[in-house]
Protein backbone atom coordinates (compact mmCIF):
# COMPACT_ATOMS: atom_id res chain seq x y z
CA UNK A 1 0.00 0.00 0.00
CA UNK A 2 1.41 3.43 -0.91
CA UNK A 3 2.17 6.05 1.64
CA UNK A 4 -0.48 8.69 2.03
CA UNK A 5 1.09 12.22 2.86
CA UNK A 6 0.16 15.05 5.46
CA UNK A 7 2.24 17.87 4.74
CA UNK A 8 2.72 20.66 7.13
CA UNK A 9 4.03 24.20 5.96
CA UNK A 10 5.71 26.50 8.81
CA UNK A 11 7.44 25.45 11.75
CA UNK A 12 5.88 27.98 14.43
CA UNK A 13 4.06 26.87 17.50
CA UNK A 14 1.03 25.80 14.83
CA UNK A 15 3.07 23.70 12.43
CA UNK A 16 5.07 21.88 15.01
CA UNK A 17 2.43 21.52 17.80
CA UNK A 18 0.09 19.65 15.08
CA UNK A 19 2.78 17.73 13.99
CA UNK A 20 3.38 16.54 17.35
CA UNK A 21 -0.15 15.91 18.17
CA UNK A 22 -0.23 13.84 14.59
CA UNK A 23 2.75 11.96 15.98
CA UNK A 24 0.80 10.79 18.87
CA UNK A 25 -2.63 10.32 17.51
CA UNK A 26 -1.59 8.29 14.05
CA UNK A 27 -0.09 4.60 14.81
CA UNK A 28 3.02 3.90 13.25
CA UNK A 29 1.67 1.52 11.11
CA UNK A 30 -1.42 3.48 9.57
CA UNK A 31 0.33 4.22 6.74
CA UNK A 32 0.39 7.74 6.70
CA UNK A 33 3.59 10.23 6.78
CA UNK A 34 3.67 13.12 8.55
CA UNK A 35 5.95 15.74 6.63
CA UNK A 36 6.78 19.17 8.07
CA UNK A 37 8.64 22.07 5.89
CA UNK A 38 10.09 24.87 7.43
CA UNK A 39 13.35 27.67 6.67
CA UNK A 40 15.26 26.65 9.60
CA UNK A 41 15.54 23.30 11.91
CA UNK A 42 14.64 25.03 14.97
CA UNK A 43 11.64 25.95 16.68
CA UNK A 44 11.49 29.56 18.79
CA UNK A 45 9.74 30.57 21.81
CA UNK A 46 8.92 33.53 20.76
CA UNK A 47 7.64 34.87 24.31
CA UNK A 48 11.03 35.31 25.21
CA UNK A 49 12.94 36.75 22.30
CA UNK A 50 13.10 40.40 23.73
CA UNK A 51 15.28 39.16 26.72
CA UNK A 52 17.70 38.08 23.96
CA UNK A 53 18.03 41.75 23.45
CA UNK A 54 19.04 42.42 26.98
CA UNK A 55 21.04 38.95 27.35
CA UNK A 56 18.81 37.24 30.32
CA UNK A 57 18.13 34.21 28.25
CA UNK A 58 20.82 32.78 26.27
CA UNK A 59 20.03 32.97 21.98
CA UNK A 60 19.97 29.14 22.41
CA UNK A 61 18.05 29.24 25.18
CA UNK A 62 15.11 30.41 23.35
CA UNK A 63 15.27 27.61 20.28
CA UNK A 64 14.65 23.78 19.90
CA UNK A 65 15.98 21.37 17.59
CA UNK A 66 12.81 20.30 15.36
CA UNK A 67 14.08 17.30 14.96
CA UNK A 68 14.10 16.51 19.01
CA UNK A 69 10.88 17.59 19.19
CA UNK A 70 9.45 15.30 16.31
CA UNK A 71 11.34 12.51 16.01
CA UNK A 72 8.69 10.81 13.63
CA UNK A 73 8.28 14.10 11.45
CA UNK A 74 9.70 13.70 7.86
CA UNK A 75 11.38 17.46 8.07
CA UNK A 76 12.38 19.61 5.01
CA UNK A 77 14.71 22.84 5.80
CA UNK A 78 14.17 24.09 2.58
CA UNK A 79 11.84 27.73 1.45
CA UNK A 80 8.15 27.07 -0.17
CA UNK A 81 8.43 28.36 -3.43
CA UNK A 82 5.06 28.26 -4.74
CA UNK A 83 1.49 25.59 -3.65
CA UNK A 84 -0.44 23.55 -6.17
CA UNK A 85 -3.81 23.05 -4.28
CA UNK A 86 -5.43 21.80 -7.94
CA UNK A 87 -2.23 18.96 -8.51
CA UNK A 88 -1.87 18.91 -4.95
CA UNK A 89 1.72 19.60 -4.81
CA UNK A 90 4.18 21.82 -3.16
CA UNK A 91 7.49 23.05 -4.82
CA UNK A 92 10.21 23.38 -2.52
CA UNK A 93 13.31 25.59 -3.17
CA UNK A 94 16.66 24.23 -3.86
CA UNK A 95 18.85 23.57 -1.26
CA UNK A 96 22.83 22.90 -1.91
CA UNK A 97 22.54 21.80 -4.97
CA UNK A 98 20.52 23.78 -7.75
CA UNK A 99 17.58 21.14 -7.62
CA UNK A 100 13.86 22.08 -7.06
CA UNK A 101 11.51 19.74 -5.24
CA UNK A 102 8.40 18.42 -5.62
CA UNK A 103 6.32 17.18 -3.04
CA UNK A 104 2.93 15.91 -3.43
CA UNK A 105 0.58 15.60 -0.23
CA UNK A 106 -2.78 14.21 0.13
CA UNK A 107 -3.62 16.89 3.07
CA UNK A 108 -2.37 20.04 3.31
CA UNK A 109 -1.84 21.58 6.77
CA UNK A 110 -1.12 25.88 6.27
CA UNK A 111 0.26 27.06 9.08
CA UNK A 112 2.97 30.03 7.92
CA UNK A 113 2.06 32.55 10.52
CA UNK A 114 2.95 36.14 9.23
CA UNK A 115 5.58 38.04 7.98
CA UNK A 116 6.90 41.78 8.73
CA UNK A 117 5.90 43.91 5.34
CA UNK A 118 7.15 47.64 5.26
CA UNK A 119 4.98 48.54 2.14
CA UNK A 120 3.76 51.69 1.51
CA UNK A 121 6.60 53.23 4.20
CA UNK A 122 9.60 54.46 2.58
CA UNK A 123 13.06 53.44 4.02
CA UNK A 124 11.44 50.97 6.89
CA UNK A 125 12.16 47.84 4.74
CA UNK A 126 15.79 49.30 5.05
CA UNK A 127 16.53 51.41 8.09
CA UNK A 128 14.13 49.87 10.71
CA UNK A 129 14.47 46.68 12.48
CA UNK A 130 12.32 44.47 12.50
CA UNK A 131 11.21 42.29 15.23
CA UNK A 132 9.59 38.58 14.99
CA UNK A 133 12.70 35.67 14.91
CA UNK A 134 16.24 35.08 16.48
CA UNK A 135 17.82 36.42 14.06
CA UNK A 136 16.48 40.20 13.96
CA UNK A 137 16.35 39.81 17.79
CA UNK A 138 20.64 39.12 17.62
CA UNK A 139 20.66 41.52 15.08
CA UNK A 140 19.16 44.47 17.27
CA UNK A 141 21.37 43.55 20.43
CA UNK A 142 24.59 43.63 18.64
CA UNK A 143 22.91 47.21 17.12
CA UNK A 144 22.73 48.26 21.23
CA UNK A 145 25.66 47.70 21.84
CA UNK A 146 27.52 48.94 19.28
CA UNK A 147 25.70 51.97 19.44
CA UNK A 148 26.76 52.50 22.94
CA UNK A 149 30.11 51.74 22.35
CA UNK A 150 30.50 54.95 19.88
CA UNK A 151 28.53 57.11 22.09
CA UNK A 152 30.62 56.23 24.70
CA UNK A 153 33.31 57.86 22.58
CA UNK A 154 31.40 60.59 20.40
CA UNK A 155 32.57 64.16 21.44
CA UNK A 156 29.97 65.48 19.27
CA UNK A 157 26.39 66.38 21.62
CA UNK A 158 24.23 66.55 18.67
CA UNK A 159 25.42 62.87 16.82
CA UNK A 160 25.46 61.52 20.64
CA UNK A 161 22.16 62.37 21.35
CA UNK A 162 21.28 60.72 18.10
CA UNK A 163 22.84 57.63 19.28
CA UNK A 164 21.55 57.47 22.76
CA UNK A 165 17.75 58.11 21.27
CA UNK A 166 16.15 54.56 20.71
CA UNK A 167 12.48 54.55 18.90
CA UNK A 168 10.35 51.50 19.02
CA UNK A 169 6.91 51.25 16.78
CA UNK A 170 3.83 49.91 17.89
CA UNK A 171 2.18 49.86 21.14
CA UNK A 172 1.32 45.91 21.70
CA UNK A 173 2.60 42.99 23.00
CA UNK A 174 5.67 42.88 21.28
CA UNK A 175 6.15 46.88 21.20
CA UNK A 176 6.03 46.85 24.43
CA UNK A 177 8.04 44.15 25.57
CA UNK A 178 10.56 45.18 23.51
CA UNK A 179 10.88 48.67 24.55
CA UNK A 180 10.55 47.64 28.39
CA UNK A 181 13.25 45.06 27.88
CA UNK A 182 15.40 47.58 26.27
CA UNK A 183 14.69 50.20 28.44
CA UNK A 184 16.39 48.37 31.83
CA UNK A 185 18.99 46.86 29.74
CA UNK A 186 20.17 50.35 28.65
CA UNK A 187 20.01 52.10 32.03
CA UNK A 188 21.59 49.11 33.53
CA UNK A 189 24.27 49.06 31.66
CA UNK A 190 25.19 52.59 30.84
CA UNK A 191 25.25 53.29 34.50
CA UNK A 192 27.80 50.47 35.64
CA UNK A 193 30.14 50.03 32.05
CA UNK A 194 29.46 53.56 30.06
CA UNK A 195 31.12 57.29 30.70
CA UNK A 196 27.09 58.06 29.66
CA UNK A 197 24.57 59.64 32.22
CA UNK A 198 21.39 57.26 32.27
CA UNK A 199 19.33 60.00 31.57
CA UNK A 200 20.89 60.99 28.32
CA UNK A 201 19.11 57.38 27.10
CA UNK A 202 16.03 57.88 25.40
CA UNK A 203 14.02 55.22 24.64
CA UNK A 204 10.50 56.48 22.82
CA UNK A 205 7.53 54.11 22.08
CA UNK A 206 5.35 55.13 19.34
CA UNK A 207 1.80 54.21 19.28
CA UNK A 208 -1.83 55.35 16.89
CA UNK A 209 -3.34 54.64 20.37
CA UNK A 210 -4.14 56.80 23.24
CA UNK A 211 -3.07 53.91 25.32
CA UNK A 212 -0.56 51.11 25.48
CA UNK A 213 -2.10 47.58 25.01
CA UNK A 214 -5.43 49.24 24.81
CA UNK A 215 -7.04 46.45 21.95
CA UNK A 216 -4.99 43.63 23.85
CA UNK A 217 -6.72 44.33 27.82
CA UNK A 218 -9.61 45.45 29.58
CA UNK A 219 -8.79 49.80 30.44
CA UNK A 220 -7.54 49.61 33.73
CA UNK A 221 -4.83 47.01 33.06
CA UNK A 222 -4.01 49.10 29.89
CA UNK A 223 -3.81 52.55 32.28
CA UNK A 224 -1.21 50.86 34.21
CA UNK A 225 0.70 49.87 31.41
CA UNK A 226 0.77 53.68 30.24
CA UNK A 227 1.60 54.78 33.48
CA UNK A 228 4.16 51.99 34.50
CA UNK A 229 6.30 52.39 31.16
CA UNK A 230 6.46 56.40 31.49
CA UNK A 231 7.71 56.17 34.89
CA UNK A 232 10.35 54.18 34.24
CA UNK A 233 11.04 56.38 31.49
CA UNK A 234 10.24 55.21 28.46
CA UNK A 235 8.67 58.99 26.33
CA UNK A 236 4.96 57.60 25.29
CA UNK A 237 4.12 59.46 21.51
CA UNK A 238 0.20 58.46 21.31
CA UNK A 239 -1.69 58.75 18.62
CA UNK A 240 0.61 59.04 16.34
CA UNK A 241 2.14 56.45 13.51
CA UNK A 242 5.43 55.59 11.86
CA UNK A 243 5.30 57.77 8.16
CA UNK A 244 8.89 57.08 6.86
CA UNK A 245 12.57 56.19 8.14
CA UNK A 246 15.76 57.56 6.99
CA UNK A 247 19.28 56.43 8.15
CA UNK A 248 19.40 59.29 11.08
CA UNK A 249 15.26 59.58 11.64
CA UNK A 250 12.40 58.20 12.29
CA UNK A 251 9.59 60.54 10.53
CA UNK A 252 5.97 60.37 11.80
CA UNK A 253 3.12 60.94 10.47
CA UNK A 254 2.74 64.54 11.63
CA UNK A 255 5.90 64.65 9.97
CA UNK A 256 7.87 65.26 13.87
CA UNK A 257 11.30 63.55 12.60
CA UNK A 258 13.41 61.70 15.98
CA UNK A 259 17.03 61.90 15.27
CA UNK A 260 17.66 58.10 15.75
CA UNK A 261 20.05 55.41 14.72
CA UNK A 262 18.06 52.61 16.10
CA UNK A 263 14.42 51.84 15.10
CA UNK A 264 12.18 48.87 16.01
CA UNK A 265 9.16 48.33 14.02
CA UNK A 266 6.79 45.79 15.66
CA UNK A 267 3.99 46.85 12.95
CA UNK A 268 3.02 46.42 10.58
CA UNK A 269 2.38 42.14 9.70
CA UNK A 270 1.06 40.73 6.51
CA UNK A 271 -0.27 37.65 5.57
CA UNK A 272 2.81 35.66 4.47
CA UNK A 273 2.70 35.83 0.14
CA UNK A 274 2.48 32.11 -0.29
CA UNK A 275 -0.71 32.58 1.51
CA UNK A 276 -1.96 35.99 -1.07
CA UNK A 277 -0.75 34.17 -4.22
CA UNK A 278 -3.24 31.12 -3.17
CA UNK A 279 -7.10 31.21 -4.60
CA UNK A 280 -9.05 30.44 -1.48
CA UNK A 281 -11.43 32.59 1.11
CA UNK A 282 -9.36 35.47 3.10
CA UNK A 283 -10.77 38.17 5.17
CA UNK A 284 -8.56 40.72 6.56
CA UNK A 285 -5.46 38.55 4.62
CA UNK A 286 -6.09 35.24 7.07
CA UNK A 287 -7.53 31.87 5.24
CA UNK A 288 -11.32 31.83 6.20
CA UNK A 289 -11.82 28.33 8.10
CA UNK A 290 -14.77 26.88 9.21
CA UNK A 291 -15.28 25.42 12.75
CA UNK A 292 -13.24 22.51 11.95
CA UNK A 293 -10.27 24.15 11.04
CA UNK A 294 -10.73 23.11 7.64
CA UNK A 295 -10.37 26.08 4.28
CA UNK A 296 -13.50 26.71 3.06
CA UNK A 297 -14.34 25.07 -0.31
CA UNK A 298 -11.78 22.24 0.63
CA UNK A 299 -11.66 18.90 1.43
CA UNK A 300 -7.93 18.54 2.22
CA UNK A 301 -6.61 21.60 2.45
CA UNK A 302 -6.52 22.95 6.63
CA UNK A 303 -5.29 26.43 8.10
CA UNK A 304 -3.83 27.03 11.78
CA UNK A 305 -2.04 29.83 13.50
CA UNK A 306 -1.60 33.44 12.47
CA UNK A 307 -2.24 32.97 9.04
CA UNK A 308 -5.92 31.48 9.47
CA UNK A 309 -9.23 33.42 10.31
CA UNK A 310 -9.99 30.75 12.86
CA UNK A 311 -14.25 31.18 14.44
CA UNK A 312 -14.38 30.36 18.03
CA UNK A 313 -17.22 27.47 18.22
CA UNK A 314 -21.15 29.30 19.67
CA UNK A 315 -19.74 32.83 19.12
CA UNK A 316 -18.58 35.39 16.50
CA UNK A 317 -15.73 36.00 17.57
CA UNK A 318 -12.21 34.87 15.79
CA UNK A 319 -9.51 33.38 18.03
CA UNK A 320 -6.32 36.49 18.05
CA UNK A 321 -3.07 35.46 16.30
CA UNK A 322 -1.41 33.91 19.88
CA UNK A 323 0.68 30.73 20.81
CA UNK A 324 -2.09 29.87 23.08
CA UNK A 325 -4.93 29.79 20.51
CA UNK A 326 -2.01 28.07 17.74
CA UNK A 327 -1.05 25.26 20.26
CA UNK A 328 -5.13 24.25 20.76
CA UNK A 329 -5.53 24.65 17.40
CA UNK A 330 -3.16 22.49 16.36
CA UNK A 331 -4.28 19.51 18.65
CA UNK A 332 -8.21 20.19 17.84
CA UNK A 333 -6.52 19.39 13.92
CA UNK A 334 -4.59 16.76 14.73
CA UNK A 335 -7.93 14.88 15.88
CA UNK A 336 -9.89 16.05 12.96
CA UNK A 337 -7.36 14.98 10.58
CA UNK A 338 -7.39 11.69 12.23
CA UNK A 339 -11.04 11.63 12.31
CA UNK A 340 -11.12 12.12 8.46
CA UNK A 341 -8.99 9.48 7.59
CA UNK A 342 -10.95 7.01 9.93
CA UNK A 343 -14.00 8.82 8.05
CA UNK A 344 -15.43 9.67 11.58
CA UNK A 345 -16.86 12.95 12.64
CA UNK A 346 -15.11 16.14 13.07
CA UNK A 347 -14.24 18.21 16.44
CA UNK A 348 -15.11 21.98 16.26
CA UNK A 349 -12.33 24.19 17.97
CA UNK A 350 -14.64 26.06 21.52
CA UNK A 351 -10.94 27.21 23.06
CA UNK A 352 -11.63 30.71 24.31
CA UNK A 353 -8.29 31.89 26.15
CA UNK A 354 -7.03 31.64 29.06
CA UNK A 355 -5.65 34.75 29.73
CA UNK A 356 -3.12 37.43 28.55
CA UNK A 357 -0.05 38.02 29.92
CA UNK A 358 2.41 41.05 29.75
CA UNK A 359 5.94 42.03 30.33
CA UNK A 360 7.01 45.68 31.58
CA UNK A 361 9.90 45.66 32.58
CA UNK A 362 11.67 46.13 36.05
CA UNK A 363 9.77 42.89 37.08
CA UNK A 364 5.90 44.32 36.26
CA UNK A 365 3.16 42.85 34.68
CA UNK A 366 -0.14 42.72 33.34
CA UNK A 367 -2.55 39.65 33.31
CA UNK A 368 -5.83 39.19 32.38
CA UNK A 369 -7.33 35.75 33.44
CA UNK A 370 -10.63 34.18 33.01
CA UNK A 371 -13.02 34.64 35.81
CA UNK A 372 -12.18 38.45 35.93
CA UNK A 373 -9.41 37.77 37.56
CA UNK A 374 -6.79 40.90 37.01
CA UNK A 375 -3.35 41.16 38.09
CA UNK A 376 -0.44 44.26 37.70
CA UNK A 377 2.85 44.56 39.18
CA UNK A 378 5.09 41.99 40.72
CA UNK A 379 2.63 38.95 41.11
CA UNK A 380 1.42 39.43 37.34
CA UNK A 381 5.35 39.72 36.76
CA UNK A 382 6.01 36.31 38.71
CA UNK A 383 2.86 35.00 36.80
CA UNK A 384 4.19 35.56 33.38
CA UNK A 385 7.82 34.20 34.25
CA UNK A 386 6.41 30.80 35.58
CA UNK A 387 3.61 30.30 33.24
CA UNK A 388 6.44 30.57 29.98
CA UNK A 389 8.98 28.71 31.69
CA UNK A 390 6.39 25.66 31.67
CA UNK A 391 5.44 26.35 28.21
CA UNK A 392 8.89 26.12 26.96
CA UNK A 393 9.52 22.81 25.07
CA UNK A 394 12.08 19.95 26.73
CA UNK A 395 13.34 19.96 30.48
CA UNK A 396 16.71 21.06 28.83
CA UNK A 397 15.48 24.48 27.93
CA UNK A 398 13.12 25.08 31.12
CA UNK A 399 17.10 24.53 33.23
CA UNK A 400 18.41 26.56 30.93
CA UNK A 401 16.16 29.37 31.85
CA UNK A 402 15.39 29.23 35.16
CA UNK A 403 19.06 29.62 35.92
CA UNK A 404 20.10 32.08 33.33
CA UNK A 405 17.05 33.77 35.41
CA UNK A 406 18.49 33.34 38.88
CA UNK A 407 22.34 34.64 37.60
CA UNK A 408 20.43 37.80 36.36
CA UNK A 409 18.78 38.45 39.78
CA UNK A 410 22.60 38.82 40.80
CA UNK A 411 24.33 40.10 38.19
CA UNK A 412 24.52 42.45 35.30
CA UNK A 413 23.97 42.14 31.81
CA UNK A 414 26.40 40.56 29.54
CA UNK A 415 27.64 42.88 26.84
CA UNK A 416 29.30 40.68 24.54
CA UNK A 417 28.58 41.31 21.02
CA UNK A 418 27.94 38.52 18.71
CA UNK A 419 29.31 39.92 15.64
CA UNK A 420 28.87 37.03 12.72
CA UNK A 421 31.61 39.38 10.23
CA UNK A 422 29.00 38.91 7.25
CA UNK A 423 29.22 41.21 4.20
CA UNK A 424 26.49 43.42 3.73
CA UNK A 425 26.82 43.37 -0.06
CA UNK A 426 25.03 45.86 -2.40
CA UNK A 427 22.03 47.45 -0.22
CA UNK A 428 19.84 50.02 -0.35
CA UNK A 429 18.98 53.71 1.55
CA UNK A 430 16.01 55.65 1.83
CA UNK A 431 16.64 59.53 2.27
CA UNK A 432 14.05 62.25 3.08
CA UNK A 433 14.84 65.62 1.33
CA UNK A 434 16.78 68.30 2.94
CA UNK A 435 19.21 65.15 4.42
CA UNK A 436 22.58 64.18 3.81
CA UNK A 437 23.59 61.01 2.40
CA UNK A 438 27.54 62.31 3.51
CA UNK A 439 29.22 65.46 4.73
CA UNK A 440 32.20 66.78 3.29
CA UNK A 441 35.13 65.40 4.86
CA UNK A 442 33.41 62.15 6.08
CA UNK A 443 35.50 58.96 5.16
CA UNK A 444 34.34 57.24 2.02
CA UNK A 445 32.86 54.00 2.70
CA UNK A 446 30.05 53.46 -0.40
CA UNK A 447 28.99 53.99 -3.84
CA UNK A 448 25.91 55.52 -4.29
CA UNK A 449 23.71 54.90 -7.39
CA UNK A 450 20.22 56.53 -7.44
CA UNK A 451 17.31 54.41 -8.35
CA UNK A 452 14.52 57.31 -7.64
CA UNK A 453 14.75 61.07 -6.85
CA UNK A 454 17.36 63.65 -7.18
CA UNK A 455 20.29 65.08 -5.23
CA UNK A 456 22.78 67.90 -5.03
CA UNK A 457 26.29 68.26 -4.73
CA UNK A 458 27.81 70.56 -2.00
CA UNK A 459 30.98 72.06 -2.01
CA UNK A 460 31.43 74.27 1.15
CA UNK A 461 34.95 76.22 1.30
CA UNK A 462 35.92 79.66 2.73
CA UNK A 463 32.69 79.86 4.79
CA UNK A 464 30.05 79.45 1.98
CA UNK A 465 28.34 76.65 -0.12
CA UNK A 466 27.94 76.46 -3.60
CA UNK A 467 26.04 73.31 -5.12
CA UNK A 468 28.45 71.61 -8.06
CA UNK A 469 25.81 69.74 -9.75
CA UNK A 470 22.20 67.74 -9.35
CA UNK A 471 22.04 64.41 -9.86
CA UNK A 472 19.27 62.30 -10.94
CA UNK A 473 17.88 58.76 -11.27
CA UNK A 474 20.50 56.36 -12.43
CA UNK A 475 23.55 59.04 -11.66
CA UNK A 476 25.82 57.83 -9.55
CA UNK A 477 27.96 59.62 -6.82
CA UNK A 478 30.75 58.55 -4.22
CA UNK A 479 33.62 57.24 -6.65
CA UNK A 480 36.01 59.88 -5.95
CA UNK A 481 37.04 58.94 -2.14
CA UNK A 482 36.56 55.04 -3.02
CA UNK A 483 38.99 55.15 -5.85
CA UNK A 484 41.60 57.43 -3.99
CA UNK A 485 40.86 56.35 -0.24
CA UNK A 486 40.42 59.87 0.51
CA UNK A 487 37.95 61.69 2.72
CA UNK A 488 34.62 63.39 0.61
CA UNK A 489 35.19 66.19 -1.26
CA UNK A 490 32.40 67.50 -1.17
CA UNK A 491 28.60 66.86 0.62
CA UNK A 492 25.00 65.14 -1.02
CA UNK A 493 22.17 66.41 0.22
CA UNK A 494 18.72 65.11 -1.17
CA UNK A 495 16.51 67.89 -3.15
CA UNK A 496 13.79 65.04 -2.92
CA UNK A 497 12.78 61.80 -1.13
CA UNK A 498 15.44 59.91 -2.23
CA UNK A 499 15.73 55.72 -2.58
CA UNK A 500 19.91 54.81 -3.25
CA UNK A 501 21.61 51.62 -4.09
CA UNK A 502 24.39 51.26 -1.92
CA UNK A 503 27.74 49.49 -2.80
CA UNK A 504 29.90 49.01 0.35
CA UNK A 505 33.69 49.29 0.20
CA UNK A 506 34.67 45.94 0.43
CA UNK A 507 32.44 45.08 -2.70
CA UNK A 508 33.12 48.28 -4.45
CA UNK A 509 36.84 47.15 -4.09
CA UNK A 510 36.50 43.76 -5.65
CA UNK A 511 34.61 44.86 -8.64
CA UNK A 512 37.09 47.60 -9.25
CA UNK A 513 40.21 45.22 -8.69
CA UNK A 514 38.58 42.39 -11.16
CA UNK A 515 36.18 44.13 -13.66
CA UNK A 516 38.89 46.62 -15.50
CA UNK A 517 35.66 48.38 -17.55
CA UNK A 518 33.96 49.24 -14.04
CA UNK A 519 37.21 50.83 -12.81
CA UNK A 520 37.87 52.49 -15.99
CA UNK A 521 34.62 53.90 -16.19
CA UNK A 522 34.49 55.40 -13.06
CA UNK A 523 37.84 57.02 -13.37
CA UNK A 524 36.82 58.65 -16.39
CA UNK A 525 33.85 59.89 -14.56
CA UNK A 526 36.00 61.09 -11.70
CA UNK A 527 38.42 62.63 -14.14
CA UNK A 528 35.24 65.00 -15.33
CA UNK A 529 33.94 65.80 -12.09
CA UNK A 530 37.18 67.18 -11.06
CA UNK A 531 37.39 68.90 -14.34
CA UNK A 532 33.70 70.14 -13.56
CA UNK A 533 34.76 71.78 -10.42
CA UNK A 534 37.66 73.46 -11.00
CA UNK A 535 35.70 75.11 -13.81
CA UNK A 536 33.04 76.08 -11.77
CA UNK A 537 32.94 79.69 -10.87
CA UNK A 538 33.45 80.19 -6.98
Given at each position: MATK??????????????????????PKNSGWEVVLVNRENYFVFQPLLPEIVSGNVGILDTVSSIRSLLRRTRLYVREVESIDLE?????????????SLQLPFDHLVLALGNVTDFRG??????????FKNVADAIHLRNHVIHVLEEAAVESDLQLRRELLTFVVAGGGFSGVEVAAELNDFLRKVVKRHYPIDPREVRVVLVHSGQRVLERELVERLSEYATRVLRDSGIELLLGRRLKSATPQAAVLDNDQRIATRTLVSTVPSF??????????????????????????????????GDCALVPIAGTDQFCPPTAQHATRQAAVLAKNLCA???????????????????????????????LKIRLSGFPAWFLWRTVYWWKLPGLLRKTRVGISWFLDLFFPPDLAQLKLNLSQGVGQAHYEAGEYVFRQGDWGDALYIISQGEVEVVKEENGTSRVLATLRSGDMFGE??????AARSASVRCRTPVDLIVIRRSEFGMLASNVSAFRENLERLAAERLARDRQSPN
Open positions: RILILGGGFAGVYTARALEKSLRQVVSLAPGIYPRMPGLHEHAFPPHPLIEALDIPKQRGRVEVDEFLRVKGRTNVWAVTIAQAPLVPFQFRGLGKLGALGHHRAVAELPLALLHA
